[in-house]
């Protein structure tokens, strides 16, 4: 036996010796921020109003709200190799300081059992808050560079549309002189699993896109192609995207089952000439939202189903967006002007879409032009300014007429002015105006199937089109090189858009009071 464990022994000795020797370096990047709010009117209503009044039934969250939120956010770069490395990231304890919501009565650090017999019901999360986002490979090859995994997509040009989200895909780099080209495919979601077409009960309609029966219908899912340029000029840079978004999620519905095909083209231009700075990017989109193809047939057969005869009407859909911004560096001073259209869907046509793609496909999340209008941190925290919107939603897209954190509708014009007393130090003023480009309309007319409509006069329009002025004052101080401390207040003078459909609902004007602390390493 004493032998027997020499050799073995010996044998991992040798095997230890003989693999090549590996180093991997590992380089940690982040962000942590503090934040605390004061929002004196987050309905964008009356306070005073009396209570029973329609407008309360719509929004009745009409007090003042004082709180904290956090964010930590952690960044690990794996270089295996030279041209290989692996990169992760997670977000931790994103929330309000003492929010006890998902804990119940367990104070809200200590640690859970997923258990009948722990601290916490059976089906209860187990993590505070951890969530890792981002895992992929990075690797250079021959001809050019892959990334392969869950990564950051929806960002391209100018920061107008962007939304930092992750998403699996792969994505492919190719570099020649002033010359970039990108490709990529991206897996958005997955909609039906392996038990093929079955979602509720056979030959139904069910609202996830199953066709009832194992084996009817093919995959469903959503795919997002990417094929795009990018060339450095001695000013700047210039680049053309065209994007291509396919939805099978409804295509094995039983009847009426439909594709959704959208295309995109994305230009922009970035340009510093001297002390003046302009950019740019434009926004085409169109498609359709609605493609119907198993029009009252079973999803495995051709043979028409007699008792489900075609309901549903094709739905294109045609936009246009176009985003302005210059700056003049005066220094120490310096003057804006940004410019946002965003088209709406004027909801004329029971076939036609004439815009609200932004919102549709969650555009936006990150173009902070405000500190309350169309912010992703404001409405992160306070969710979404319903006023009295309430439910409304265009028909035709399911998305909400409130304003959140998806720009989308809009004309969109400001006007700003900073000064830098120090390297350390910025502060700005801004004045910002919007109106929508379409008032939202209840509907076209009376609905048959998704998507199908037929004219009527009943329809109601919303009051205005104004959503508001506001006026925002930030004023940053570097306490470090990568620790900066932010004082704000913006003041959101209510547009009569917030009335909804309703002109006697009283709307309100509303400020927030605001001081961050961000660490960026």
Known sequence: MKKFWVILLSLGLLMAFAMPAAAVDVKFSGSYYAQGWYVDNPSGLDRSETPGAASWLNN????????????????????????????????????????QSWAGAVGETQSRVNGQNG????????????????????????????????????????????????????RYYFTQGPWMAVAAVEKRAEYLGIAGGKDGASRTVSANGGSGNIGEGNDADKDVYDLGFTYKLGAGEAGLLYQYV?????????????????????????????????????????????????????????????????TGQDVGIISMNLFLHAKYNLKPAYVGAQFVYMSGDDNQNSDKMTGGLGAMLTANYGFNRALILWNADYHDCMGAMYGNVGSA????????????????????????????PTPKMDIKLAYSIASADKKPKSDVGTTGSAGYYTPTANVREFVSAQYGSELDLTASYKIYDNLTYMIGAGYLWTGDYFKGYDNSAVVANNYLLSHRLTLNF
């Open 119 to 170: 601290t916490a019901a059976a089906g209860t999360k187990i993590q505070e808050n951890l969530e890792f986002e981002r895992a992929y490979l990075d690797f250079n090859v021959p001809f050019g560079k892959f990334q392969v995994g869950y990564m950051q997509f929806l960002m391209w040009g100018t920061d107008f549309l962007n939304t930092p989200l992750s998403a699996g895909g792969i």
């Open 60 to 99: 009745n969250k009409r007090s003042a709200n004082a709180f904290y939120s956090q964010q930590f956010r952690l960044t690990t770069e794996f270089q295996v190799v030279e041209g290989l490395k692996l990169v992760t990231r997670f977000d931790a304890l994103e929330k309000r300081w003492g929010d």
């Open 246 to 310: 396919r939805s099978s999620q409804f295509k094995t519905q039983f009847t009426n089952g439909y594709l959704t095909q959208i295309s995109g083209l994305f230009p922009y231009a970035k340009l510093t000439f001297g002390n003046f700075f302009i950019e740019g990017e434009a926004a085409y989109g169109f498609g359709n939202t609605r493609s119907y193809e198993n029009n009252g047939q079973l999803t495995n057969s051709k043979v028409a189903d007699a008792q489900n005869p075609k």
């Open 393 to 420: 939603v265009n028909p035709r897209s399911g998305t909400s007429y409130a304003v959140n954190q998806f720009m989308d509708n809009v004309w969109f014009y400001q006007l700003y002015v900073g000064f830098v």
